[in-house]
């Protein structure tokens, strides 16, 4: 199994986050997309975040030689939008190196996201999911609301499945 860590991303990590995105989605998504499709969107999609990599709300996964193999985040605002509603928060951007699939690098991020998030007051994530990812956000627990599209700047028409997840504290205090 190999060894990896989890920590919070930085600006720094913006290069090595675009290489993951970019190993990732073109090779996972491509059972998912036809070709035509994957040449517009993943320009669009490959490069990292420099808002979300600059927020404290997105963490990379680095293996034993300190290589990124892993990275995903959340974030109060919906992807391309400024304004947040109170108590949801929003996926954004998660990606494996294909060399590291399965090994609970995704769900290891997602459980991060997920604590910090119960403590900001989250009680609700939404995810905009690849058709691809569908299958692992529903492993972590998330339900699907349904096929939805999302229109690229350069006007593509991406289609994905919304899904969403409440979340909430299991921590209850038992007196004493
Ligand atoms: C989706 C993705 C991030 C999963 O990463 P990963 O590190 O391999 O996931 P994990 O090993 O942590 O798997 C977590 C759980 O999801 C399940 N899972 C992951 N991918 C799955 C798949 N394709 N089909 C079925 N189950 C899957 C795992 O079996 C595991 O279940 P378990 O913990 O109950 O045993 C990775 O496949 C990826 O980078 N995909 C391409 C990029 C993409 O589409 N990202 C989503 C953008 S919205």
Redesign the pocket.
């Known amino acids: 199994m190999p060894e990896y860590a989890i920590r919070v991303a930085t600006t720094a990590d913006h290069h090595a986050v675009s290489n993951v995105l970019t190993q990732?989605?073109s090779r996972?998504?491509q059972p998912a997309y036809d070709a035509s499709m994957l040449s517009r969107v993943l320009p669009l999609i490959t490069q990292a975040n420099p808002k979300l990599l600059a927020s404290g709300l997105y963490y990379v996964a680095q293996d034993a030689e300190d290589a990124l193999v892993?990275c995903?985040g959340w974030s109060p605002e919906q992807p391309g939008e400024d304004g947040s509603q109170q108590g949801v928060g929003h996926i954004r951007?998660?990606?494996?190196h294909p060399d590291?699939?399965?090994?609970?690098?995704?769900?290891?991020i997602y459980q991060q996201c997920e604590t910090q998030a119960i403590v900001a007051g989250i009680v609700r994530f939404v995810?905009?999911?690849?058709l691809?990812?569908e299958?692992?956000y529903t492993?972590?627990g998330f339900n699907t609301v349904g096929p939805t599209t999302v229109r690229m700047s350069s006007g593509c028409v991406f289609p994905i499945m919304q899904m969403q997840r409440t979340i909430k504290s299991t921590w209850r205090f038992s007196g004493g």
């Open positions: 990732s989605y996972l998504m892993g995903g951007h998660f990606a494996t590291f699939l399965g090994v609970g690098i995704g769900r290891a995810c905009y999911s690849s691809n990812a299958p692992f492993a972590l």
